[in-house]
């Protein structure tokens, strides 16, 4: 019986990669554990084996080809004696294969809702281009390393790699090994040789492969880069930015997927971005490396590859304490940041065809948060719903709360709900997942509850 | 195989307790001028049995001997012995000025003068320390004035870091010596990064990690030594070993291990132990790593055997936990006293000279104390502003802050 080939998946947020070539010719007879082909993605290449004996049938994307979404059939096997002229082939990914509930896969384009007018952020007219946010963060970094001999990269994997993510791709070739430094495997070391190197007068930028990992420099991070011009009484401080990817990604489990928003937020002297867009990417990631100050940028493993509008001006940047209104609306504020507002945009979308109007805030850095974006947006709507990917206890939803409940207890015409990820360590399996985190349903759930309608 | 057995948890026990006969007989002190001065350039594979022996060079008699003698001239051999009767004053009057209330809390140096103060001469401006507790003698070495150490103390309105910190968390960027850590260790690591920071900028200058015996077992002395093997910055490693991290004996931290400066052989570290209460023998290993940094050669790691005479700090009291006899039977002495030795055996100093610049150096450091004093105290006089609170949490004051601030009336 015939098979299709699909294209593989290198990883579960793989959504499309570049058959690079083919190994085997249509005709060929082949063995399980031949390869077949390689395929690259912008994070790595792998050879692609055959499962199954069989005879190579039919080719059906040649190789070169780049943008071939996952599932979809690259070649059709058959068995002695069978045509793969017989075998009706569909050029589309398959469904089936995809995970089991196909809203949890990200859509490569951002949810469609208009930036409000009032974006202060590039000048009308501004020629736009289209950049994911993978892009947007390396055009960052080069951008200011270009600009700035002091500021450098370092962290596992960033240099020959290119970044275990793929962010720091075509850096080393670039700046060289001495700005582009690839760590040995202690997150504590190598955060503390940084805050070491910031009080010498560089400007570091410390990868940490992701924030789960960040814990074991809590010290440095804490105790060190954030304290230090405080308790030098004002002598030395650590100006740098500590970056990498933060909060759940696919299949990765509780060591992997922890949103830190909260913990960081917490801590004064440090600041603290969590962007969504990959414009907010480029221009906060660009003002976190220019300012005096440690900075941590929270960054998000799904959001890497999602493509956005980023303004084509030369030395874009976004300044810390502005939150962005993404729609604008008057029956509820809906407040989020990172990719909490993936879900605070659909469920705005899908609120507006039932006649409800929301307001979404993208708070972009949370601190110095814009508190005074919430409560402008709280007394115009009377309600708010909070939306993150975090645990309940002590979430940035919690802080805003009590910031609205203390600035506009007032106008409140209901309670405002946290919508957060659900109080338990992230667990590996699919549905378990999914079912962790915040849903697109339950910040709609809560809009109804704080709408009454 | 032979006969298999249960597992036994091993804890080392220092060799006397309170009630015994101090004794240091299993401490091996090899005579002073014996251990060998490779060049600076030698492979570090070359010189492993440095780890292992003490670099001595005052004799019993007080006299230089060996290949590591004769690195400081005249002048600097009396003005390092001042510098040490100045610490050690400094400390007899802070002590005092605890019990009087005057500050909370206080840590000495007794008979672990030597190591800072030396080592502090083989540096120069642009040069950074990253201390641990007992290193004050670095800001006397340097000319740090004696009245803002004092003030720090005392955390009044002078204070260089505004009340913010623990009494002997001194800081000054302009004498190189950095902040000093509470939560122990983070400023190895932190040494490392700023000396790759100056091998990266190209900046002739080095830096200096330092830390005890105790908290050698904290990670980031095991990621400076992995830092520092990988990339060879300029830097220097130095392990103050005094035996005792409070009432913890050195064995804890050092377990089976020959000793601390060893720890740098898996690391492809070369390594000395000195004999820390030696001016001239931590003067000549701190000039011989000094060496190997600007010539690139990359970093060093020293030992300094001595030994803590005082408590830990006030809170302390050490005859809890080791015989009071300990300390005079220490077998490498007192650092004030074999320089002493040394400079009268040289015809430069005499009995008569020791007890009049005794009196010197004290009324210097009452002096500042008075001006120190002047200005307040822990619990009297002028306190910082609480104005001041809210500065410097981060460059530029940000708006909630200025809020605050306003709210508390200033």
């Known amino acids: ?453 | 195989m032979d006969k298999e057995t249960d597992p036994q948890l091993h804890v080392p026990e220092p060799a006397i307790r309170p009630g015994d006969t101090p004794d240091f007989s299993h401490v091996e002190i090899p005579r002073a001028g014996e251990v060998r001065r490779p060049d600076p350039g030698e492979n570090p594979q070359e010189m492993r049995d440095l780890a292992f022996s003490i670099i001595r060079v005052l004799n019993r008699k007080g006299e230089a001997v060996g290949p590591w003698a004769d690195s400081l001239s005249d002048e600097a051999l009396q003005e390092g012995l001042r510098h040490m009767m100045t610490l050690r004053a400094y400390d007899a009057r802070m002590l005092k000025a605890q019990r009087q209330g005057k500050t909370s809390f206080y840590m000495q140096h007794l008979g672990e003068e030597a190591i800072a103060c030396a080592f502090q001469k083989a540096l120069r401006k642009g040069d950074m320390n990253f201390p641990t507790y007992r290193q004050a003698g670095l800001l006397i070495a340097s000319g740090y004035p004696m009245s803002d150490m004092m003030n720090q103390v005392y955390s009044n309105e002078a204070d260089p870091v505004r009340g913010r910190q623990l009494p002997v968390f001194y800081s000054s960027k302009e004498h190189g010596f950095f902040s000093i850590s509470g939560n122990l260790a983070t400023q190895y690591v932190q040494a490392v990064g700023w000396a790759m920071a100056a091998a990266i900028k190209g900046e002739r200058k080095l830096s200096v990690g330092w830390i005890g015996d105790g908290s050698t077992a904290e990670s980031d002395f095991h990621g400076a030594l992995v830092f520092a093997s990988t990339y060879k910055p300029p830097v220097i490693l130095n392990i103050v070993n005094n035996q005792w991290a409070i009432s913890t004996f050195q064995g804890i931290a050092r377990g089976g291990a020959g000793t601390f400066a060893a720890r740098g052989h898996g690391f492809g570290l070369p390594a000395l132990r000195v004999d820390g209460n030696d001016y001239l023998a931590v003067h000549a290993a701190a000039a011989w790593a000094v060496e190997r940094a600007r010539r690139d050669l990359g970093p060093t790691l020293i030992e300094y055997v001595t030994y803590r005479a005082g408590g830990h700090s006030t809170s302390d009291d050490p005859a809890a936990y080791r015989p009071k006899e300990e300390g005079a039977a220490w077998p490498l002495g007192d650092p004030i006293l074999r320089l002493k030795t040394h400079l009268i055996q040289k015809g430069l100093w005499s009995e008569e000279r020791h007890t009049q610049a005794e009196a010197e150096v004290m009324d210097g450091v009452i002096a500042a104390q008075k001006e120190a004093e002047a200005i307040g105290t822990l619990h009297s006089g002028n306190r910082p502003s609480p104005r001041e609170m809210f500065e410097d949490v981060y460059a530029e004051m940000p708006p909630h802050l200025v809020r605050q601030r306003h709210e508390v009336g200033y």
């Open chain 1, 1 to 453: 019986m015939a098979t299709e080939i699909l294209m593989p998946a290198l990883s579960p947020t793989m959504e499309e990669g570049t058959l690079a070539k083919w190994l085997v010719k249509e005709g060929d007879t082949v063995s399980s554990g031949d390869i077949l082909a390689e395929i690259e993605t912008d994070k790595a290449t792998m050879e692609f084996e055959a499962v199954d004996e069989g005879i190579v049938g039919k080719i059906l994307i040649e190789e070169g080809t780049e943008g071939v979404k996952v599932n979809t059939p690259i070649a059709v096997m058959v068995e002695e004696g069978e045509s793969a002229d017989d075998i009706e082939v569909s050029s589309a990914p398959k469904e089936e294969a995809k995970p089991d509930n196909p809203e949890e896969k990200p859509a490569a384009e951002a949810p469609k809702s208009k930036p409000a007018d009032t974006s202060p952020d590039w000048p009308e007219g501004t020629e736009m281009k289209k950049q994911t946010v993978r892009e947007a963060l390396r055009d960052a970094m080069a951008e200011e390393m270009r600009r700035d001999e002091d500021v450098y990269l370092m962290g596992e994997e960033v240099a020959e790699y290119q970044g275990a993510y793929k962010i720091s791709q075509g850096l080393l070739d670039e700046f060289g090994p001495k700005r582009v430094i690839d760590t040995p495997i202690t997150e504590h070391g190598f955060a503390g040789v940084a805050v070491g190197a910031a009080f010498g007068g560089l400007k570091p930028i410390v990868e940490f492969m992701t924030f789960n990992f960040a814990m074991q420099a809590m010290d440095q991070i804490i105790n060190s880069a954030a304290k230090t011009l405080y308790m030098s009484g004002g002598q030395m401080g650590a100006p740098m930015v500590f970056r990498g990817p933060n909060g759940a990604a696919a299949r990765v489990a509780a060591q992997h997927s922890q949103d830190y928003a909260a913990w960081f937020m917490q801590i004064p002297g440090l600041k603290v971005a969590m962007p969504y867009s990959a414009s907010d990417y480029k221009g906060l990631m660009k003002t976190a490396i220019r300012d005096a100050n440690p900075v941590i940028f929270l960054e998000n493993e799904i959001l890497y590859g999602r493509t956005f509008e980023v303004p084509d001006i030369d030395d874009y940047t976004v300044p810390f304490g502005k939150a962005r209104i993404w729609r604008e609306g008057d029956d509820v504020t809906i407040v989020s940041f990172g990719i909490g507002m993936q879900y605070a945009l659909e469920a705005a979308d899908k609120l507006a065809e039932d006649g409800i109007n929301a307001e979404v805030l993208d708070l972009r850095t949370l601190r110095p948060m814009d508190t005074d974006a919430i409560i402008r947006s709280v007394k115009k709507t009377n309600r708010c719903v909070t939306v993150e990917e975090g645990w309940p206890q002590g979430s940035v939803g919690s802080y805003i709360s009590s910031v609205i409940m203390q600035e506009a207890f007032d106008y409140l015409d209901a309670p405002v709900i946290n919508c957060t990820g659900k109080d338990v360590p992230m667990p590996y399996a699919a549905n378990l997942e999914k079912l962790a985190l915040v849903t697109t349903d339950e910040v709609i759930e809560a809009v109804h509850k704080v709408t009454y309608r």
